[in-house]
C-alpha cells in the first residue's frame, strides 16, 4: 500500500503527519509506503490512500480517491482510528 501525506506546501507539517502515520501503522502492525507532498503535485500522484488535514484534503476528492481528513494530524489515536480500514 502507498500512502501519500498531503499538507498545503509539502514542508513541515506533512512530514510530522508522515511520521505519526508511520507511527500509528508500526503500533497497528501494518506496512506501508509513506510519502509527504504537497496539494498540487498530489493532484498528480497515485497513492492507495491520501492523508491529510481536512481544511486542506478534500481538495484532493475527485470521487476516485480514499482520502483521510484529520482533525488533529497530531493525534495518533485518530490516525490509527482512520487507517483501521484501510489496512
Known amino acids: 500500500m502507498k500512502i501519500l501525506v498531503v499538507c498545503g506546501n509539502g514542508l513541515g507539517s506533512s512530514f510530522i503527519l508522515e511520521l ?3 507511527k500509528a ?8 509506503v509513506v510519502e ?3 496539494l498540487a503535485t498530489a493532484r498528480t500522484e ?3 490512500l491520501f492523508i491529510g488535514a481536512k481544511d486542506i484534503i478534500h481538495g484532493l ?3 476516485t480517491r480514499n ?3 484529520l ?17
Not at 501503522?25 to 506501508?32: I, Q, R, T, V
Not at 482533525?71 to 489496512?87: F, V
Open 67 to 69: 482520502i483521510i481528513a
Open 36 to 38: 509527504h507532498t504537497d
Open 25 to 32: 501503522l508500526a503500533e497497528l502492525g501494518k506496512e506501508a
Open 46 to 48: 497515485k497513492a492507495d
Open 20 to 22: 505519526n502515520v508511520k
Open 71 to 87: 482533525d488533529n494530524i497530531m493525534n495518533i489515536g485518530e490516525i490509527k482510528e482512520k487507517l483501521t480500514p484501510y489496512s
Open 61 to 63: 476528492d475527485d470521487g
